[in-house]
């Protein structure tokens, strides 16, 4: 039933993906328009977030973000499918890299990177960085989607542009491969996962409220000796965006433990605070918050 859905799905999507621009956003205005006015997707947890994380704003400054948010979602949603038939080209005017010398001084240190992302701005067109003469393996690690087509979908998409998907699962095993045979790689992570019940291990505030955060991305960078850097996205706007690397350690090894982590979690909620639309508040980021901690815990 899952191939059948597929093949079902991608004539249409191929459809819209070759769209000129102009119709492929007003293609996105009538899906806000669905998925908004009629389906009303999500939208008591958008709401409940929005109320959670910004109390002192009025019910008309909160309806008023949420529109704007499901507006900026059904382009990015969208732009996922423009993914399948975009050019090189293309795809470079529409994501920009502002500082990319940052990756020619990471070069001459010899080491790999973990790319710390968040759920805001475009996280789907961050594979333009394969574009600019990348010296380093580009890696998404990811979880896998449970239909096989739409999984394989992604995956061919992210291999256009020379980037290869690993599963969160599987991550650190292949790391492990890659740098004993000397491949020096490029990892991109969305670091704001909300954790599993057995990786309750560290909480800390997030948008003035403290929850479980996902510390898998520090690990593995303390592990592998990376430098580790935080991919700061702006939207500048419909269907431009603007990206800058910046530097949270050289030498995670000698970091304070869980200060990579704080410092990710600080560029993202300041980015979050200044333009909270383009946050994605279906994200159910805040369903810990009033449960017990456990006794082992590290707390912040």
């Given at each position: ?67 704007k ?71 998404g ?11 394989k ?23 492990a ?10 990892y ?18 997030f ?23 935080y ?7 419909r ?53 017990k ?8």
């Amino acid at each position: 039933m899952q191939a059948v859905v597929f093949w079902l799905a991608y004539p249409l999507l191929w459809l819209i993906s070759i769209l000129p621009f102009p119709l492929f956003y007003l293609v996105s205005d009538v899906v806000y328009f669905i998925v908004y006015y009629l389906i009303g997707y999500r939208k008591k947890t958008v709401t409940n977030n929005l109320k959670l994380v910004f109390p002192e704003k009025s019910t008309e400054e909160i309806i008023k973000i949420r529109k704007k948010f499901y507006s900026h979602m059904c382009d990015m949603f969208l732009e996922m499918i423009k993914s399948i038939s975009i050019s090189e080209e293309e795809l470079k005017k529409r994501f920009v890299y502002t500082n990319l010398e940052e990756l020619r001084r990471i070069e001459k240190l010899d080491k790999s990177i973990m790319l710390m992302c968040g759920h805001y701005a475009s996280f789907e067109w961050l594979f333009a960085l394969q574009l600019h003469d990348l010296k380093h393996s580009a890696f998404g690690i990811y979880k896998k989607i449970r239909n096989p087509g739409f999984d394989k979908l992604i995956n061919d998409i992210r291999r256009r542009f020379g980037a290869e998907l690993i599963q969160n699962s599987k991550a650190s095993l292949r790391i492990a491969n890659n740098q004993k045979e000397g491949i020096r790689g490029a990892y991109a992570m969305i670091a704001d996962q909300s954790p599993r019940t057995s990786s309750y291990k560290f909480w800390t505030d997030f948008m003035g409220k403290k929850v479980p955060f996902y510390t898998g991305s520090e690990r593995i960078a303390t592990e592998f000796d990376m430098v580790v850097l935080y991919l700061h996205v702006e939207k500048v706007k419909r269907g431009h965006y603007k990206a800058s690397l910046i530097n949270i350690s050289d030498n995670p090894a000698v970091t304070k433990n869980n200060q990579i982590t704080l410092d990710y979690i600080q560029h993202l909620e300041k980015q979050i605070r200044e333009k909270p639309e383009f946050y994605l508040w279906t994200h159910k980021r805040w369903k810990h918050v009033g449960k017990k901690i456990p006794e082992n815990a590290v707390v912040r």
